[in-house]
């Protein structure tokens, strides 16, 4: 069982950063791969950015490339979320996900475990 806890959302204008954090409980933190994905109102839950086990592959919406960067440190139990020039349409309640493998993937159903969200938004 995998526990994920996320931080580090809040109010921010257009073209601002914000940083989201999740830590995740357990001992088997390094054998997961790690996912951010986000839902606007009456939106269903999309991609944002993914992250192999060893942090050596990692998976963008084209939506946000450029923008946002996904690391993490196996050490801390931590996945980051590193997010840049944010946009409007970026306003969202942001989810951190844990997938019982090594391998990263984009889809939602692959995902086993999932935070409560925190929520992003960006005012023009």
């Known amino acids: 069982q995998v526990q994920l806890v996320e931080s580090g959302g809040g109010l921010v204008q257009d073209g601002g950063s914000l940083r989201l954090s999740c830590v995740a409980s357990g001992r088997s933190f390094g054998s997961y791969a790690m996912g951010w994905f986000r839902q606007a109102p009456e939106k269903e839950r999309e991609f944002v950015a993914a992250i192999s086990w060893s942090g050596g592959t990692v998976y963008y919406a084209d939506s946000v490339k450029g923008r946002f960067a996904i690391s993490r440190g196996n050490a801390k139990n931590t996945v980051y979320l590193q997010m840049n020039s944010l946009k409007p349409e970026d306003t969202a309640v942001y989810y951190c996900?844990?997938?019982?493998?090594?391998?990263?993937?984009?889809?939602?159903?692959?995902?086993?475990?999932w935070g409560q969200g925190t929520q992003v938004t960006v005012s023009s």
């Open positions: 996900a844990a997938r019982s493998s090594r391998i990263a993937t984009m889809f939602v159903r692959d995902y086993n475990y």
